[in-house]
């Protein structure tokens, strides 16, 4: 039969397990922080390489920020439009990523 433990070795068990998982918790809040930066650095990196492939088109000394969203609004209201979006984005799908 298994040796019963006394409270004091009861306790010292729960303070080391109190403190193992203080440390997994902290870690977890780290691993998270880790996955915002990330998650926000790709966001960053995205904009700025859209916003730079829209101003090829849309110089933005030559259009006020209302224009362009007006522009934009009317743009994606036209049917072909969207179908020229969605045949590009299946054509994508298809083809492997080269990077």
Known sequence: MAKKKTVAELQAAQEKMENELKLKTQK??????????LTRKERTHRLCTHGAMLEQ????????????????????????????????????????ETQ
């Open 28 to 37: 977890l809040k780290e691993l998270r922080q880790q996955e915002k930066e």
């Open 57 to 96: 088109y849309l110089p933005p000394d030559e259009y006020s920020d209302e224009q362009i969203d007006r522009f934009l609004r009317t743009l994606f209201q036209i049917p072909e439009v969207t179908q020229i979006l969605h045949r590009v984005k299946a054509e994508s799908d298809e083809q492997p």
